[in-house]
């Protein structure tokens, strides 16, 4: 099967075409979602400090895993170019990645969105990086970005798995965000690095309050801790994810430390973090529980 678009906004008008794929592995339009939402989107960005390894694409694995079965629609984007592995770490294809976003039309439909897309487990809708260093030029563009994340906005939350650097793909992803998670390791020169990758997104007019440190790989616990990755941050919200001693491997369709171990302190930890970043939904009244046992004292019970 392939797909047309013509672009009507250019003088000369262009054709796009995807590449022969196996419509199996298509992603599915979504099933309807109780909590909805088309004016809470959100936008989390998971980032680093520069050093590779710390465990910001398994941190937003989980994370969109834990969204999406929240019932939020999910989409998880590797922006960590040139060398994003979502795909790997998730046995995925790269029958799509970003550089198939380069020069689509601006109004795609959801349906055309979702051929654009790769399938994982629960329905998750995952996004892979290029597939070759070449293509990055393509794609490391504010307006790429802008467009893609236009388009993603038919999700309720966009997890993005992003670049360690501060250039124009990250710095406007990083901008567009509404949450920005630092995910490093707790040791000094990472802590300073988070602090100055924060001076320099402030420099770009970017929101600091929208930044949140989480460290990762934590051996113990100890007194004093969050105050010095405050004062050598200076951000406030902070995360501890401990150090988990053998860290199963993801696939598409197999294990998920999110999915299957609710009560693991990893996985409370990042539960509580989507908790605090979900979109609200402002429930009717007739939705709330019936208060039970109001007047249960009368009669003696
Ligand atoms: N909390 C943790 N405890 C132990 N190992 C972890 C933890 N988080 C991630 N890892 C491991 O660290 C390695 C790097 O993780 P990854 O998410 O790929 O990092 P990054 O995307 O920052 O390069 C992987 O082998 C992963 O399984
Ligand atoms: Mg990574």
């Not at 796009?16 to 909805?36: D, G, I, R, S, W």
């Not at 979502?86 to 550089?99: F, H, P, Q, V, Y």
């Not at 897309?117 to 490391?140: H, W, Y």
């Not at 994340?149 to 710095?171: A, Q, R, S």
Request: glycine fraction near 4%.
């Amino acid at each position: 099967m392939s797909v047309k678009f013509r672009l009507q906004d250019t003088q000369k008008s262009q054709t796009f075409q995807l590449k022969e794929v196996n419509l199996p592995k298509f992603a599915e339009p979504p099933k309807t979602h109780q909590n909805y939402s088309r004016n809470r989107k959100k936008i989390v960005a998971v980032a680093s400090s520069g050093k590779g390894g710390t465990g910001k694409s398994t941190v937003a694995v989980q994370l969109a895993m834990l969204f999406q079965e929240r019932n939020q629609r999910t989409v998880l984007v590797d922006m960590d170019i040139p060398h994003g592995d979502i795909a790997t770490m998730l046995k995925l294809s790269d029958e799509r990645c970003l550089t198939d976003w380069v020069g689509v039309p601006k109004n795609l439909n959801e349906h055309q969105i979702h051929n654009l897309l790769l399938n994982s487990a629960n329905d998750l809708k995952v996004l892979p990086s290029i597939r070759a260093i070449e293509e990055q030029e393509k794609v490391n563009r504010p307006e790429f970005v802008r467009k893609l994340m236009d388009h993603l906005k038919i999700f309720d939350v966009i997890v993005v798995d992003t670049g360690p650097n501060l250039e124009p793909m990250t710095l406007e992803v990083l901008l567009l965000s509404t949450d920005i998670l630092f995910v490093t390791e707790l040791y000094e020169p990472a802590l300073n690095n988070i602090y100055r990758g924060k001076e320099e997104f402030k420099k770009k007019n970017g929101d600091p309050h929208k930044i949140n440190v989480i460290v990762n790989k934590m051996k113990k616990k100890s007194n004093g801790i969050y105050h010095s990755v405050q004062r050598l941050t200076g951000i406030s919200n902070i995360s501890f994810l401990p150090y988990v001693e053998k860290m199963p491997e993801m696939t598409d369709k197999g294990f998920f430390l999110a999915l299957k171990k609710k009560n693991h302190p990893y996985v409370k930890t990042l539960l509580e973090l989507v908790e605090d970043i979900s979109p609200k939904v402002d429930q009717p009244l007739s939705l709330y529980p019936k208060r039970k046992g109001l007047f249960s004292w009368i009669g003696g019970r």
